[in-house]
Antibody, heavy 118, light 107 residues
């Protein structure tokens, strides 16, 4: 059974940093791209960032480019998102997702809330 | 960026009725379109990928169609558990983009 478990969220001040992690199990982690998708309170879904299985290529939404950094550790089956220079509009539930061929998302974590507020 | 537009924003139907949800792309995404269902307080769940392929475990009452810029998700006979929000997503081009969602509510 595929499981994705996010951790690391919480309350941070504008300009601060947070690091999200996602522990993956139930599939051969290194064989699949992974991504982060977020959802602001009461709003729709927004793709944030993606990384290939081998970690040789990363992708970012313009809204986070230069501030967020995605990475993975295939020896530990872990996906991470380093979020710097946080802004109020980064407030959202962040979902860890497993990518499939062409970057649709066949499995989602339960989500973790990030709140950016002073 | 490809803009995905879903319509209607809200669909009010009764159990047993047919639901037809639309998703339009601002430029062609070929068949690289997925549909997701989200219930309150839950993560989204993949329903359909590559426009018309049901994901594992998805009931046959869910079907998808379309290519290029026009796509449709059809629920042939609404069950109580189908009342939720539905999102489309294109994965033909970067950045990946989602539609704004269609809420299917009980009439």
């Amino acid at each position: 059974e595929v499981q994705l478990l996010e951790s690391g969220g919480g309350l941070e001040q504008p300009g601060g940093s947070l690091r999200l992690s996602c522990a993956a199990s139930g599939f051969t982690f290194r064989n699949f791209a992974m991504a982060w998708v977020r959802q602001a309170p009461g709003k729709g879904l927004e793709w944030v960032s993606a990384i290939t299985g081998s970690a040789d290529t990363t992708y970012y939404a313009d809204s986070v480019k230069g501030r967020f950094s995605i990475s993975r550790d295939n020896s530990k089956n872990t996906l991470s998102l380093q979020m710097d220079s946080l802004r109020a509009d980064d407030t959202a539930v962040y979902y860890c997702t497993k990518g499939n061929i062409g970057y649709y998302f066949d499995y989602w974590g339960q989500g973790i809330l990030v709140t950016v507020s002073s | 960026e490809i803009v995905m537009t879903q319509s209607p924003a809200t669909l009010s139907l009764s159990p047993g009725e047919r639901a037809t949800l639309s998703c339009r792309a601002s430029q062609s995404v070929s068949s690289n379109l997925a549909w997701y269902q989200q219930k309150p307080g839950q993560a989204p769940r993949l329903l359909i990928h590559r426009s018309s392929n049901r994901a594992t475990g998805i009931p046959a009452r869910f079907s998808g169609s379309g290519s290029g810029t026009e796509f449709t998700l059809t629920i042939s006979s609404l069950q109580s558990e189908d009342f939720a929000v539905y999102f489309c997503q294109q994965y033909n081009n970067w950045p990946l983009t989602f539609g704004g969602g269609t809420k299917v509510e009980i009439k």
